[in-house]
């Protein structure tokens, strides 16, 4: 629960509409109609608003951070069925940003010790506390169980709750990679990359100074730029140029 009407699941495991269920003194649930408002598979978060009862949602507790050590102890909380579950757990791994494989970021790496069961997906990691570490994760990275922490879901929110979707950074153009960088093969009428004047055959080197080794790189360098006038490195006919171009939005 992230605010009294508004809810964070799992965009992968999560259909546009659904029911949100509260547990009640006597153990049954009280249903809630809610719908999804916003997704971001770069991040596996979807938010949805409760419709129904005005909301009426306890915000939970979150957690930055800062003091999380590899080996502190953790819970996966999930509702695979009637019941609520939770999995013990120890933090394994607490890395930096991490890009993943369909552009989204992840602002901190944090990784249990071991596979969340199936189910919970969607729910949290919490500290001794009670307090949420971030959005357990099945669907990011291939054979890896991760949590999204907080800094992300606070970013991610606040774009989904006004835009619906993550705005990324878009340049019009297909790529191959190529020694020594990105090898333009296509350019889109009316792109950032038209009207910057690229040209099929150019060599993509470098975006505000980034490294570009392919279609890969040149998608993360372009994720958080939406917006931006950049400085691109390139090669054309084997001469290296500098050109400027305003990056594009694309949800």
Not at 158 to 173: D, F, I, K, S, T
Not at 200 to 211: C, K, P
Request: net charge neutral; glycine share 14%.
């Amino acid at each position: 629960m992230w605010a009294p009407d508004l809810v964070i699941s799992a965009s992968f495991h999560t259909p546009d509409r659904t029911q949100i269920g509260l547990p009640t003194a006597d153990g049954e649930l009280d249903l809630r109609d809610a719908e999804v408002i916003g997704r971001d598979p770069g991040t596996d978060v979807a938010l949805l608003r409760v419709t129904s009862a005005g909301g009426g949602l306890t915000p939970a507790k979150l957690r930055e951070l800062d003091g999380l050590a590899v080996g502190n102890l953790a819970l996966a909380i999930g509702r695979p069925g009637r019941s609520a579950r939770a999995s013990l757990r120890a933090i394994g791994v607490l890395g930096p940003e991490l890009r993943t494989p369909h552009g989204g970021k992840l602002d901190h790496y944090i990784e249990s010790d071991r596979q969340i069961p199936r189910g919970f997906a969607g729910g949290p990691l919490i500290d001794a506390d009670g307090a949420v570490i971030g959005m357990n994760t099945r669907t990011l990275l291939r054979s890896t169980d991760l949590a999204v922490p907080v800094a992300t879901l606070r970013r991610v929110v606040a774009e989904l709750q006004q835009h619906g979707g993550m705005r990324r950074g878009y340049l019009g153009v297909g790529a191959y990679p190529t020694k020594g960088g990105a090898l333009i093969a296509n350019i889109e009428d009316g792109s950032p990359a038209q009207t910057a004047g690229l040209l099929v055959g150019d060599i993509l080197t470098e975006l505000d100074g980034v490294a570009i080794t392919g279609p890969d790189s040149l998608r993360n360098a372009l994720g958080d730029r939406a917006g931006q006038t950049v400085s691109i490195a390139i090669q054309r006919g084997g001469v290296a140029q500098t050109v400027s171009a305003t990056i594009g939005t694309k949800s």
